[in-house]
């Protein structure tokens, strides 16, 4: 993109809201011609005050421009898409409020691919935590591209199991700048999706910073730019929610896996199921909606967690679902001896239950 149609389409994405921008370059053909309407075409699609904006460049502008034009000759990997080019993802394009802008950073190519949104709390239950890293590895592993958005808990469990798949199979998309990557603490795990062959993305230009409304809005890109969304836990006010109605607008289906009735991690997912979306209990299930007939490949070893420290963390490595002792004891890491003995003085506490078949729950109090 050359430095004047960059400023053109940055001029007009700062001075009006998309709907009025993308009735401007309908009638105009470019976002160069947007300000060589006459003011009499202006007024057909904008009310006074639009027109207002229109006339006046932002005083950000010309920095913004230097700015962007910087960011995007910096590095390789760093780009930029707009509304109309001719490898715009056709699923996002087909939404009803597609971005006009998409600035990226590493593998664009990535925006072709068939996607899965995976979603869910940024306070997880450590199985949620395991469910979303184990599934999005092995989707990945199947051939898809896993779509979320960056934020702590399960997205970012998610773009970890698919870059445990190894190809770096995993868009994050972003509410603030690419160079604003929020939260900070996954900013690390944003750099590692861009240097393995995954991918930014975020409509909003440089400099963008955090704003609560922006966040409900990037969840559109996520559903957009995905066949189905899976949602693996979430509250019943949960922004995963959202992102769940948005891909049934956009004709797209919704998966949910059940949890433990007293986890209120479960009762968004809960909802769904009872709305109709897809109860799933294996990767494989998705795959026979998205992809009918290709098989899983064969599970990787699981990596080993850092161990758990104390029995409150025992409880959260636990979750609310039945546990068998192995399955606890590759969760927490503790070893053996010292996990029985954890477990017999929770049960004896009257915070553990020991059920049949050598299962243990977490006790829901209240």
Request: proline residues 8%; negative net charge; glycine residues 10%.
């Amino acid at each position: 993109m050359d430095p004047v149609e960059l400023a053109a389409w940055l001029r007009l994405t700062e001075s009006v809201g998309p709907g009025a921008a993308r009735r401007l370059l309908a009638m105009a053909g470019g976002p160069q011609a947007v300000f060589e309407l006459p003011a009499v075409a202006l007024a057909q699609v904008l009310s006074a005050r639009e027109q207002a904006a229109l006339a006046q460049p932002p005083e950000r502008l010309a920095a913004l421009t230097e700015a962007s034009q910087a960011w995007l000759a910096a590095d390789p990997a760093h780009g930029l898409m707009a509304l109309g080019d001719a490898d715009y993802p056709a699923p996002l394009l087909a939404t009803a409020d597609p971005p006009l802008l998409l600035w990226l950073a590493g593998r664009r190519a990535r925006l072709q691919d068939a996607a899965l949104a995976i979603v869910g709390s940024r306070n997880p239950t450590a199985q949620g935590r395991d469910n979303a890293r184990a599934f999005a590895r092995a989707l990945a592993e199947a051939g898809l591209t896993i779509v979320s958005g960056l934020a702590l808990g399960v997205d970012a469990a998610a773009h970890e199991g698919a870059l445990a798949a190894g190809q770096g199979a995993t868009v994050a998309v972003l509410g603030t700048g690419l160079d604003q990557l929020y939260p900070r603490r996954n900013a690390a795990l944003g750099e590692r999706i861009v240097a393995e062959g995954g991918l930014l993305v975020s409509e909003y230009a440089l400099g963008m910073p955090v704003l609560p409304a922006n966040f409900p809005r990037r969840n559109r890109i996520i559903a957009g730019l995905s066949q189905g969304c899976l949602v693996v836990e979430a509250a019943l006010e949960s922004g995963s929610l959202i992102t769940a109605r948005l891909a049934v607008e956009a004709g797209r289906e919704v998966f949910a896996i059940p949890g433990s009735i007293h986890s209120p991690q479960s009762r968004g997912c809960h909802a769904l199921i009872r709305q109709g979306a897809k109860l799933v209990e294996t990767a494989q299930d998705v795959l026979e909606e998205l992809a009918p007939g290709r098989p899983l490949p064969e599970p990787a070893a699981p990596e080993a967690p850092e161990p758990a420290t104390g029995p409150q963390a025992l409880l959260d490595a636990m979750g609310y679902d039945p546990v068998s002792l192995d399955a606890l004891q590759a969760r927490s890491g503790w070893p053996a001896a010292e996990l029985s003995a954890a477990l017999l003085e929770l049960e004896l506490d009257g915070q553990v239950a020991r059920l049949a078949g050598q299962l243990f729950q977490r006790r829901h109090k209240g």
